[in-house]
């Protein structure tokens, strides 16, 4: 007789029906991330597990467990530079240029330092962080230790998932063969490999916002921010109200965010041509909905920082960083 494999007992813990099952605890998941990220496990156990926590959806004690396992799996810089702000990109954009992207770049052009990290591929007829970048002309890193001297001359970094963790960048690959996301999806997004006090997080589903707000809090995260992003990247939706999510040393609150642009004019872009991108961060385009979802998301990332008291404050000095920016540009 076969012995059980010893990651049977967590698919049968989570798969065992309706009135038998049970999520992990923080403790379990800790172990079966470890084994599904040593390569410790069957593809056929791999596929079972994440398709029932895709079904169920995976608990902030789950998600938990998995960060950890991932963290400690990181192969991290002999110096991990300080951090102010982490960003993840891990949906890719369709009916909009990532206009986030100019926004985190107009953050660290402003002295705030970012790791952005993400992955790409998974879903097709999408515009990746990777591809908007490197067509802005900014570098990718190529390890964490190249993400941190990016930092330190920039500001800025991005990070492919790969480079740091190409366990789960095989695993959210599985995509076409599982034929949904698979719940790495969110758990990669929460990883902070430099350890930044403030995290930014963005969903494509509400109910996610408080699996991600308390998975921070139990991984004692000082500061985050959660809220729906346009096409699940971290960008605000100009023409809709948002409520963003947030947790500030262990207290959790939430607040509405106006509609910035009103109208049905800005459903989708016309033109994703990403040359439009270099464009208008240079001032030789203008557009109102880039400029709303460019500095409505700054503000976002203010108010989370701590660099605004309010959401009107936190606009207005995003509006006043933008337009200095472009007068610069527009002198050059």
Request: proline share 7%.
């Amino acid at each position: 007789m076969l012995e059980p494999h010893p990651f049977a007992k967590y698919v049968r813990i989570i798969g065992r029906g309706p009135t038998l099952s049970r999520p992990l605890t923080e403790d379990e998941m800790l172990d079966a991330a470890r084994m599904i990220l040593a390569g410790e496990v069957e593809p056929l156990q791999l596929g079972a597990f994440l398709c029932i926590l895709r079904v169920r959806a995976e608990v902030p004690e789950e998600g938990a467990g998995f960060v950890r396992a991932a963290r400690q799996a990181l192969t991290l810089p002999a110096h991990v530079p300080p951090v102010d702000l982490d960003w993840s990109s891990y949906a890719g954009k369709k009916r909009h240029l990532p206009w986030f992207l100019l926004s985190a770049l107009l953050l660290a052009q402003n002295g705030i330092r970012i790791l952005l990290h993400g992955t790409e591929g998974h879903t097709p007829d999408r515009i990746y962080s990777r591809h908007a970048l490197e067509a802005l002309g900014v570098p990718i890193a190529g390890s964490l230790t190249q993400a941190a001297d990016q930092i330190g001359a920039a500001n800025f970094a991005f990070a492919p998932l790969a480079v740091f963790s190409p366990r789960l960048q095989e695993i959210i690959e599985l995509k076409p063969i599982l034929g949904v996301r698979s719940p790495v999806n969110t758990f990669a997004r929460m990883i902070n490999p430099f350890g930044a006090p403030h995290e930014i997080q963005t969903v494509f589903h509400p109910t996610y916002r408080d699996i991600h707000r308390m998975t921070a809090k139990l991984l004692g995260q000082p500061h985050m921010a959660v809220f729906k992003g346009e096409g699940g990247e971290i960008e605000r939706r100009p023409t809709k109200p948002i409520v963003v999510e947030s947790l500030h040393e262990g207290v959790l609150s939430e607040e509405e965010w106006p509609v910035m642009l009103s109208g049905g004019a800005y459903r989708e872009d016309a033109d994703l041509n990403l040359a439009r991108l270099g464009a208008v961060w240079r001032g030789e385009e203008e557009s109102v909905y880039a400029t709303a979802a460019i500095t409505g998301t700054a503000a976002i990332a203010l108010k989370l920082l701590g660099r605004a008291d309010g959401i009107g404050r936190a606009q207005a000095l995003a509006d006043e960083w933008w337009a200095a920016r472009r007068k610069e540009r527009l002198a050059a």
